[in-house]
């Protein structure tokens, strides 16, 4: 079998999928794609595709190095998301072979369901204990969201005081035991993280997620250390070396690897494992579409650290199309009592209605995150 093609589209309302097809008729689908770079990675992996085209699908692990290694440079959240779209693919293509679900191939479920989160409040949050509500009633034990709107480096309490009242008004609505996932989206700087983390711990947030920038992560043990509640970060991590030094300096308790970002479910793996032998929780980032999804649904199927899954159905970006509009069975990522059963079909479980992706790439998308500004016009973190 060898590869002879490898097709893509941007889909509203922000996603970027690609299909590898072979000269056997076997194909399989990913999601390469950063959030607001589309047609950067778009880009890069056609130009990927030179090491590709001709080659066995099946020698998945061979072709990640090639990917990977033949680049004199290396890593990043462009490079290692157009591997982690090809990956995935490569993955479905070789479970869609065999007749196989991708988790039977990394050596078969340690679990029959996962624990699901949703989001509300949007970017900057508002509402947020009537949204929360409503999640409950859906079914769901957890949901995450945005802790605070731009906050300058060195800010008034005024603005910790509105952070601590939004979660304390989450809590109020869905009670004590309740999963309450805090972003910082990395908005807050280290001056300010110290005090805000400090005030949320009554609240007992399940986690709190990126309290400071990536590039600042070294500060992690000095601003969270003696903390009661779970430190979360890592989806702006794009390879298990950069986790590895995350966790060997102890910063973090949970590990979010974004499955579209770091490299895919090969990368994936291994960054999970890291962590296991750390002690270290996995719940993978995932704002993204249906393959992200299901790729995460089947790591974590097989990695005993997993606990929690994020998905995208229902939020805020979401304003075109969502999460399941490309499916032809839809029932494949339903949720049900805030559990999503792991796809049992062969590939990643899921079938891309290739018609509708066609159809909505003539629309695409040009998405950009918001670029925000404080008082002072100077730029702030979104």
């Not at 001709?54 to 061979?62: F, K, L, T, V």
């Not at 910790?160 to 972003?183: K, S, W």
């Not at 500060?219 to 060997?248: C, M, N, W």
């Not at 509009?325 to 029932?331: A, S």
Request: with cysteine; net charge negative; proline share 6%.
């Amino acid at each position: 079998m060898k590869i002879t093609r490898l097709k893509t589209w941007q889909v509203p309302p922000r996603w970027l999928f690609l299909k590898i097809e072979t000269d056997e008729g076997c194909y399989g689908w990913g999601e390469p794609v950063v959030e607001g770079r589309a047609a950067t990675v778009e880009a890069a992996v056609h130009e990927l595709s030179d090491y590709l085209v001709g080659q066995d699908p099946r020698r998945i692990e061979h072709l990640w190095n090639i990917l990977y290694r033949a680049g004199f440079y290396r890593g990043g959240p462009i490079l290692m998301s157009a591997i982690a779209g090809i990956d995935q693919a490569l993955w479905d293509l070789k479970g869609r072979d065999l007749g196989v679900p991708v988790h039977q191939l990394l050596g078969g479920a340690c679990r029959d369901r996962m624990r699901m989160y949703a989001w509300t409040g949007g970017d900057k949050p508002s509402d947020v204990g009537a949204g929360a509500k409503a999640l409950v009633d859906k079914g769901f034990t957890a949901f995450k969201m945005n802790g605070t709107a731009e906050m300058a480096i060195v800010d008034s309490h005024a603005k910790v005081d509105e952070a601590v009242a939004r979660v304390a008004e989450a809590r109020d609505a869905v009670g004590p035991d309740i999963g309450i996932g805090i972003d910082f989206h990395g908005r807050v700087h280290r001056p300010m993280a110290k005090a805000l983390l400090r005030e949320l711990e009554p609240y007992h947030p399940m986690f709190v997620e990126e309290p400071v920038l990536p590039e600042h992560l070294p500060s992690l043990k000095h601003i969270a250390g003696g903390l009661g509640y779970p430190i979360a970060t890592g989806e702006r991590l794009h390879t298990r070396y950069q986790f590895r030094d995350l966790l060997v300096e102890g910063m973090v308790d949970i590990v979010q690897p974004d499955l579209s970002h770091c490299g895919g479910i090969s990368e994936g793996m291994k960054i999970a494992t890291l962590a296991s032998c750390f002690d270290v929780a996995l719940a993978p980032h995932c704002p993204l579409g249906p393959l992200t999804l299901a790729a995460s649904l089947h790591v974590d199927a097989v990695s005993h650290n997993a606990f929690i899954q994020e998905q995208s159905m229902g939020i805020h970006y979401n304003r075109d199309n969502d999460v399941l509009d490309y499916l032809v069975d839809k029932d494949a990522l339903a949720i049900e009592d805030g559990y999503c059963t792991i796809p049992q079909g062969p590939g990643l479980g899921v079938e891309i209605d290739e018609a509708f992706v066609e159809e909505r790439s003539k629309v695409g998308h040009r998405w950009r995150n918001p670029v925000w500004t404080h008082e002072d016009g100077s730029v702030a973190e979104w």
